[in-house]
């Protein structure tokens, strides 16, 4: 178990027969019958600032797509808790990780860098294309901050938190952690620079 992630642009609304069953052998040659692959999506209730732009539906993607392996859930919201502190402690000045960011953003503040995906779902749920591009900025923007904050971690030995919904020791990265760290960012990038083309970054 763990979260995939899906990103699309150049996503087009498309309406599924009302004859049509979903998942049936009706739905798939119906959607073989397309000019390009159907994708559902679901929006999160709870986060609708990260949903902008999308509504829930059949889509069909008609652009990029580029998916990836985030992590187990756990190792996911260790990279997210990861990024936050890169985002509080090396950006901001200011001590915290994500449960910080969190409650800025029960506060109705989502200017923060990155704050669309930290303040979001660790498991389901769809980011749209005017927070995907928002966020691809922030990736490319604070690039150079979050990973000369990870170096700093990473070649002095300094304990890093753990997120504080884990109940373990501060501990420093091991070359895998760091390594890991700057791919999974990449990723991120990557699928948010699709996604701002009229797309969505899927969770599942």
């Known amino acids: 178990m763990g979260l995939d992630i899906t990103a699309f642009s150049k996503l087009k609304p498309i309406e599924i027969p009302e004859d049509i069953e979903k998942w049936s052998d009706e739905y798939y040659d119906w959607e073989m019958e397309q000019e390009g692959s159907i994708v559902n999506i679901y929006t999160h209730d709870a986060f609708q600032e990260a949903s902008e732009g999308l509504e829930d539906g059949a889509y069909l993607t008609l652009g990029e797509s580029f998916g990836f392996r985030a992590g187990s859930y756990s190792g996911y919201g260790t990279w997210r808790d990861w990024l936050a502190q890169a985002v509080m402690q090396g950006i901001l000045s200011k001590a915290g990780g994500a449960q910080s960011m969190w409650e800025t953003g029960d506060g109705g503040d989502f200017s923060l860098p ?15 294309p005017v927070a995907s591009k928002k966020l691809y900025n922030d990736f490319r923007r604070y690039e150079t901050d979050v990973m000369n904050w990870m170096d700093e971690k990473y070649l002095t030995q300094t304990p890093i938190t753990s997120p504080d919904w884990r109940d373990e020791e501060a501990k420093p990265l091991d070359k895998g952690d760091f390594e890991w760290f700057q791919a999974r960012y990449k990723d991120w990038e990557k699928a948010f620079r699709i996604a701002s083309n009229n797309g969505a970054v899927m969770y599942h």
């Open 114 to 128: 990155f704050m669309e995906m930290i303040n979001f779902s660790d498991a389901e749920g769809a980011i749209g």
